[in-house]
């Protein structure tokens, strides 16, 4: 079993940086690709970026891209979302995600285990 802890979230004006955390609890953390996902009230949840267990490669949603950066320190057993740029439209609760497979991707049904989400808002 994997649990997963997002923290980071909170109110910022548009314009502004937000870095999202989520910690991990387990031993394999590092074999396993991660991706942060959100979901904005009256919509479905929806892709954001993921990393892959070596960080080697990252997968960024055309809306995020130039904004977001994904990272990870399998040491700490924590990925990232470091988030610039935003816009009111990136109001949501942020969710992320973890792939015992190692191969993550943009859909969420690949993802074995979930935090219980962090929200961000963004005011205009």
């Known amino acids: 079993q994997v649990q997963l802890v997002e923290s980071g979230g909170g109110l910022v004006q548009a314009g502004g940086s937000l870095r999202l955390s989520c910690a991990a609890s387990?031993?394999?953390?590092?074999?396993?690709?991660m991706g942060w996902f959100r979901q904005a009230p009256g919509k479905e949840r929806e892709f954001v970026a993921a990393?892959?267990?070596?960080?080697?490669?990252?997968y960024y949603a055309d809306s995020v891209k130039g904004r977001f950066t994904i990272s990870r320190d399998n040491a700490k057993n924590t990925v990232y979302l470091q988030m610039s740029s935003l816009k009111p439209e990136d109001t949501a609760v942020y969710y992320c995600?973890?792939?015992?497979?190692?191969?993550?991707?943009?859909?969420?049904?690949?993802?074995?285990?979930w935090g219980q989400g962090t929200q961000v808002t963004v005011s205009s």
């Open positions: 995600a973890a792939d015992a497979l190692g191969i993550g991707g943009t859909g969420s049904h690949v993802y074995n285990y």
């Open positions: 387990g031993r394999t953390f590092s074999r396993y690709a």
């Open positions: 990393i892959t267990w070596s960080g080697g490669s990252t």
